[in-house]
């Protein structure tokens, strides 16, 4: 039972980077850089796809969907975050940081299925590749998108569900530059296991599955590759998925070792290191990797670029 002198939490103070302030300034404009960057990067894939008629495959079709996630994790996350260093910790409502928590949480799951759909894709295209067609048409892709984005909204909505079913007690101090699970697991007065339960299953089932199965799709690709005969084709065939490889790695990397390996430990700088890598950095390492090692995602760019150019000179003449 609750103790009487407990008051119901409406809401939290984050922190955000306390030790770090004196270089709040420059703090804000590195973020601030990072997230127009993200944005720009990630809108230009989605515009690039939607656009160019030789990017509407399965493989960029997934890709804008993916740009689209993590436009939404950074949205969510970065303009608070500069908020909070400007203000030196700033106060966000229950509701907020639930919503902010929501929304962190169903971008996340929708890009880890989004990377498993991708690996399947391109275990289709190296492995059955005459089969690819049949099987990865229109209406399977939109499938396996909807339910992307359908799973990772019902795991959030079921988190949040349970954060609000216990009892939230003081301090309401939030040592963090976000709403993450984590530091709102600190303020539950009664019993975790429940919350520690279904945080286990939600991981396994968004984390370490995902991850098993992009890990064996790769070693068929593996093995198909290995198994061409000529140099040229055993690079054309890697080439495909090479990008989306650097892409899986880094980030099933950096939520392993965020929310799979045990946190006791680790120091609050550190968990905030690796917050701020899949908030912030990864959102726009994406975009990188994929304009600088797709060939089709480069034409499309300088198509672009070009038929704006034209357009321009032909206005001025």
Known sequence: MLRENQTTVTEFLLL??????????????????????????NLLII????????????????????????????????????????????????????TQYFLFCSSIGAECFLLTVMSYDRYLAICHPLRYFAFMDLKFCCQMVFWSWFLAFMAALSMVILICSFQLCNPNVIDHFFCDLAPLLEHF?????????????????????????????????????????????????????????????????????????????????????????????????????????NKEIQAALWKCISIRVQTYLSSLR
């Open 189 to 293: 007065c009664s019993d975790r296991f429940i919350a520690d339960t279904v945080l286990f299953f939600l991981g396994i089932s968004f984390i370490i599955f995902p991850f098993i199965f992009i890990v064996v799709t790769y070693v068929c690709i593996s093995l198909t590759i290995l198994s061409i005969s000529s140099t040229s084709g055993r690079q054309k065939a890697f080439s495909t998925c090479s990008s989306h490889l650097a892409v899986v790695c880094t980030y099933y990397g950096t939520l392993i070792a965020k929310y799979v390996i045990p946190s006791k430990g680790q120091s609050l700088t550190v968990m905030k290191i690796t917050s701020l890598l899949y908030t912030v950095v990864i959102p726009l390492f994406n975009p990188i990797i994929y304009t600088l090692r």
């Open 47 to 98: 515009v690039l796809v939607s656009t160019n008629h030789k990017l509407h495959m399965p493989m960029y079709f997934f890709l804008s969907h993916l740009s689209l996630s993590e436009i939404l994790l950074t949205t969510d996350i970065v303009p608070n975050m500069l908020y909070v260093i400007m203000a030196e910790g700033a106060v966000i409502t229950l509701i907020g940081c639930i």
């Open 16 to 41: 955000g980077f306390p030790a770090i302030y004196n270089f709040k300034i420059l703090l804000f404009l590195v973020f601030l850089l990072l997230y127009i960057c993200t944005l720009a990067g």
